[in-house]
Structures are given as structure tokens and as C-alpha cells.
């Protein structure tokens, strides 16, 4: 059963340049409050978290959701590499120096989740902690593995070999209602209303953007092998959530079984719902989220007061 339908216009729009690439991004609540970023994964938008930006606004928080690279009204360049983790994760770096954001709480699902992980391998300084709805954290390889070798390992990824095959790009670009329209029609949770505008905002730039993640494989690799070197930089110590779904087939909770041994500091919910949660079971998640939120900035806190009581001794 669907929400009431949230209208897309009923935020406040916004827009950003970072290393020249225009963002667009909608932010709600109070300008004061603890900012939180939501990051959106595949096939979604911003509008992918409505729900969730009007519960934590009313909240009194300062909330943020991109459009991330490709997507939406944010650029879509052709360079490939500007869509990879490292690249992106400076891109959002730069939006908050812009926006006066010295450390914000991150909140991700599907690639979202994957990026918000790779955000706390790159600038865990810039964070208070990780909730990621959904996707687990999966450590820097030390060799690399082909999308196909991956597959191997994670049959159920073998729909990301056809996302990365041009003639998905192809058809989806020919028939966008055919590509999206099972999707979003799936358990009658997604108003009519909601499809027209995701089509809409899809029709602007394309797949060509979206689809590319599916191609960063070896790219996110040369950056990590590079930069995150030793096995110690593929911890995260901050304070972190994962809240997996029961019925997701994409992402399976099991797939997060011995996240503790990077994510020391993990803690963990279980939604009754399908990949797309957020909107399936907006409420529950909500109820979950709120808890994690709440818990991450006061263990963030908990962890100021304990470094600057050790640099005073």
C-alpha cells in the first residue's frame, strides 16, 4: 500500500559546482541542525529518500540528498573515471566545503551504500558515521577481479554484467517505461505520479550516466591498491549502522555476515521489506534510521570527548 504522494516541488532545489561539475541536490529542515547526506543508488534520484527527507526535517535536522553524478539534474560528464568511488567522494568533499559542512553523517542505499562505505575509507575526518541501508561494506581488494570473476563468487550480481553491456544502454535509452516501469510498479507501493516524474528526470541525460558505475570495477581498483595501500586503511572506525532487508534479492542480508572484523564499531537492524525499503516500508525504516542516527552522533560525540581527554593527559 502506497504513502500519501510527496511532490517532488514541495522541496527546496538547489544547486552546487564542485571541480566543475554542477550538483543538484534538494535540502529540507533547519539550517542549524546536525546535517545529514543521503545518498541515492541505482536506478533512484534524490526523490528516492522523499520519505525520509520529510521525517528527519521535522526532526529539526539539516538534510541533504544529491542527485549524484549522472543522475537527475546533476551533470552527466563522459569522463568514466569521475564516476568512480575516489573521484566522486572528492566531489562531495568539495560540496561541503562549499555548503560550510565540517563533518556531516552519511546515510546510503544500494551504490549509495557502496559510496558512503568508500567515503569512510577516504575521509573518515569529514564524517560522524555510516548508515547504510542495505549494501555491506566489502574491504579493498588486493588483486583484482573482473566483473565476471565477482559474479563467480555473487551469482545473484549477475544482472551488473548487463548493466555494464552497451546494448542495455541502448534499450534503456529507447524505452525508458519499459526499463523502470517494472520496477517502480512492483507491490503497488509507488504512486502513478511518482513513475511520470522518475521518467521525466531519467529522459534528461539518459542512462548513459547511471549505467556507468557498472563500468568503474577496474578504475575503483587501481585507486584503492594506490591510495589504500595496507590492510590497516581498510578499517572504518566510526560509529556505524547496516540495516538489511529481509527480502532483498540484490543484496542479501547474508552478504553482511563478518562486517565487524573491518566495521569494529557496526551495529545492526533488519527491515521486513524488499531492495527498495525506503519506500516499501517508509515508516519502519524511518522508526530504524531515527534510532541510528541518534546512536551515531552520540557515539561521535562519545569519541571527541575520549581523544581530547587523551591529548590533555
Known amino acids: 500500500m502506497a504513502l500519501p504522494f510527496i511532490d517532488p516541488n514541495s522541496f527546496e532545489h538547489k544547486f552546487v559546482q564542485t571541480q566543475g561539475i554542477k550538483y543538484h541536490y534538494v535540502e529540507a529542515g533547519d539550517p542549524k541542525g546536525e546535517p545529514l547526506l543521503f545518498i541515492h543508488g541505482f536506478p533512484e534520484l534524490w526523490y528516492a529518500w522523499r520519505y525520509q527527507i520529510k521525517f528527519f526535517a521535522e526532526l529539526g535536522y539539516r538534510v541533504l540528498a544529491l542527485d549524484t553524478l549522472g543522475y537527475g539534474q546533476t551533470d552527466a560528464p563522459m569522463e568514466l573515471h569521475k564516476y568512480a568511488f575516489k573521484s566522486q567522494v ?11 559542512i565540517p563533518k556531516v553523517t552519511l546515510v546510503g542505499h544500494d551504490w549509495g551504500g557502496a559510496f558512503v562505505w568508500r567515503f569512510g575509507l577516504y575521509h573518515p575526518e569529514r564524517i560522524n558515521g555510516i548508515i547504510s541501508v542495505c549494501t555491506p561494506y566489502t574491504a579493498p581488494m588486493p588483486f583484482y577481479m573482473s566483473l565476471e570473476d565477482i559474479v563467480k563468487r555473487v551469482p545473484n550480481f549477475a544482472y551488473q554484467i548487463t548493466m555494464a553491456d552497451p546494448a542495455t544502454l541502448q534499450a534503456a535509452d529507447a524505452n525508458k517505461e519499459a526499463f523502470f516501469r517494472p520496477l517502480m510498479s512492483a507491490g503497488g507501493y509507488t504512486h502513478e505520479s511518482e513513475i511520470e516524474f522518475t521518467l521525466q528526470e531519467f529522459s534528461r541525460t539518459g542512462m548513459r550516466g547511471p549505467l556507468n558505475y557498472y563500468k568503474t570495477h577496474r578504475i575503483n581498483f587501481d585507486d584503492e591498491i594506490s591510495t589504500l595501500p595496507n590492510p590497516h586503511q581498510h578499517m572504518i572506525h566510526l560509529p556505524c549502522w547496516i540495516i538489511t532487508a529481509t527480502n ?34 517508509a515508516e519502519d525504516v524511518n522508526k ?26
Open 248 to 281: 532483498d534479492i540484490y543484496l542479501k542480508p547474508h552478504m553482511s555476515e563478518g562486517m565487524e572484523k573491518y566495521v569494529p564499531r557496526l551495529k545492526r537492524a533488519v527491515v521486513d521489506a524488499g531492495h527498495w525499503c525506503m519506500t516499501e516500508k
Open 288 to 313: 530504524l534510521l531515527k534510532v541510528a542516527v541518534e546512536d551515531v552522533l552520540e557515539r561521535a560525540k562519545e569519541t571527541k570527548v575520549n581523544v581530547g581527554t587523551k591529548a590533555s593527559l
Open 90 to 100: 572528492e566531489q562531495w568533499v568539495g560540496i561541503l566545503d562549499i555548503l560550510n
